[in-house]
């Protein structure tokens, strides 16, 4: 009788273990679907959202290509026109596809209401919410934002030396190049500096959707000076693009653009870009204003005006 007793409770017992096993199976994959809902996404950059069309919508004529004064400093030869025509062609891949870098990060503005800073030299501060770096990440903002995967560095290559910082940036792209193949253009971002003949820095402003924004200046590379520099017409192509999409929309927003015969590390990716925003004399909500202008364009350039190979 006592066996029976004791076979029956552990049969009970058993059965007990058994049914919360299955209820607590049960309630686990009922949640299961609220709590991937609710996984935090933070700094998680999107896939790539965009198929790049085989007839691109935007068009340029070589009329167009007189929206964009060239100083040229390289006296090399080149065809605005035909360059400005070329097809962008840009391949369809998952990852990112654009890189932001700062060869020189320290780089700030003049100091404005609400955006005061510690200053490591003048108009230069070590503070990533009110040097160039600030800029950068407006714009790969506004890239993520419209589907185009970017990655924003924020070395500050100039902290150790302003004339090497160069040498330090090239080896974070090469870096990045190395990590993220599916890179295909790279901008480096910076503030220019002009002062007048008292030694007051001035600022270059323009309207930018009936507010005054900074001016933009592209400074694009050449193989002038001798060293290898494969595809700098390819880079000029893409800048006169922006240029124009940018002066159609906002006329004045870019100065001169300047051709150099140094490369600026831009032969390192096809379609490399070095982008001033903005001089020391402007203040930073300028030149953020100007930056995600600049940004939208470009996103609407590799979004329509883009051809797949």
């Known amino acids: 009788m006592r066996s029976k007793l004791y076979g029956s409770l ?94 020189h990060a320290t780089e700030a503005y003049t100091q404005e209401e609400g955006a005061y800073y510690a200053a490591t030299a003048a108009y230069r501060t070590a503070d990533p919410a009110y040097n160039v770096l600030r800029v950068g990440q407006a714009i790969a903002d506004r890239l993520n934002a419209a589907g185009i995967h970017t990655l924003h560095d924020t070395t500050l290559h100039d902290t150790y030396g302003y004339e090497d910082a160069y040498g330090r940036a090239e080896e974070t792209i090469r870096a990045y190049l190395q990590q993220y193949p599916t890179i295909q253009m790279v901008i480096d971002v910076h503030r220019d500096a002009v002062a007048d003949g008292t030694g007051a820095q001035l600022a270059f402003c323009s ?35 922006l240029q124009v999409l940018c002066e159609k929309e906002a006329p004045g927003l870019f100065r001169e653009l300047a051709l150099r015969s140094q490369r600026y590390n831009q032969h390192l990716s096809p379609y490399s870009l070095l982008l001033e925003v903005g001089t020391a004399g402007n203040t930073l ?14 996103a609407r350039l590799l979004l329509e005006g883009s051809s797949a190979p």
Request: hydrophobic letters at 45%.
């Open 285 to 298: 909500s300028e030149a953020l204003l100007s930056a995600e202008f600049f940004a939208d364009q470009l």
């Open 10 to 103: 552990r049969w009970l017992c058993f059965s007990l273990l058994l049914t919360a096993a299955v209820v607590r199976l049960l309630s686990e994959r009922q949640l299961l679907p609220e709590a991937e809902a609710a996984a935090p996404t933070t700094g998680v950059y999107p896939e790539l959202l965009y198929a790049l069309p085989e007839i691109p919508s935007l068009q340029f004529s070589p009329a167009d290509a007189e929206l964009v004064p060239i100083a040229d400093g390289s006296g090399l030869d080149y065809d605005k026109a035909a360059l400005l025509t070329e097809p962008l062609r840009l391949s369809v891949e998952q990852g990112p596809l654009v890189l932001i870098v700062h060869t």
């Open 207 to 241: 309207q930018v959707q009936g507010r005054q924004g900074a001016q933009l200046l592209f400074v694009m590379g050449t193989d002038a000076a001798g060293q290898s520099h494969p595809h700098w017409r390819q880079n000029l192509s893409m800048a006169l693009k």
